[in-house]
């Protein structure tokens, strides 16, 4: 079975890079975003009626990412994985999981780069 989670509209940007500053605002302002998206991840899988996690078998998570480049920074892999792990927390804990290292999840990453205005993020939940 296949579940294709659309967020269009949303902006999946690594709060690794952002700078900010170093100042003690700016990290806590990283800390309350990273709070904020991890725990909206949480409530909305929780929710899921249409999905339930089995009781046996893997689940592959693909986190696909779709951004304009008209205006933004071009990505590269290890920004987008390094700023995807708060929500990675959070769609584990919101199916059932303890933690996001759970040999039963195992995780992909995809970025599509987009020359129009439109910003995108899907989640694809596969239960093999």
Not at 64 to 76: A, G, K, L, N, P
Request: proline share 1%; aromatic share 14%; net charge positive.
């Amino acid at each position: 079975m296949k579940y294709v989670f659309n967020f269009e509209g949303t902006r999946v940007e690594s709060l690794n890079w952002w700078g900010g500053g170093i100042t003690r605002q700016a990290k806590l302002w990283r800390i309350r975003e990273a709070k904020r998206e991890r725990m909206t991840m949480v409530q909305f899988f929780k929710c899921q009626n249409d999905f339930k996690v089995p009781e046996n078998g893997k689940i592959k998570i693909t986190l696909h990412r779709i951004y304009s480049t008209r205006f933004e920074r071009i990505y590269d892999r290890d920004d987008f994985i390094g700023g995807c792990k708060h929500l990675r927390d959070g769609i584990a804990e919101g199916l059932g999981f303890k933690s996001d290292n759970n040999k039963r999840l195992e995780w992909e990453y995809k970025q599509e780069k987009t020359k129009s205005m439109v910003n995108n993020f899907k989640i694809i939940v596969e239960v093999k």
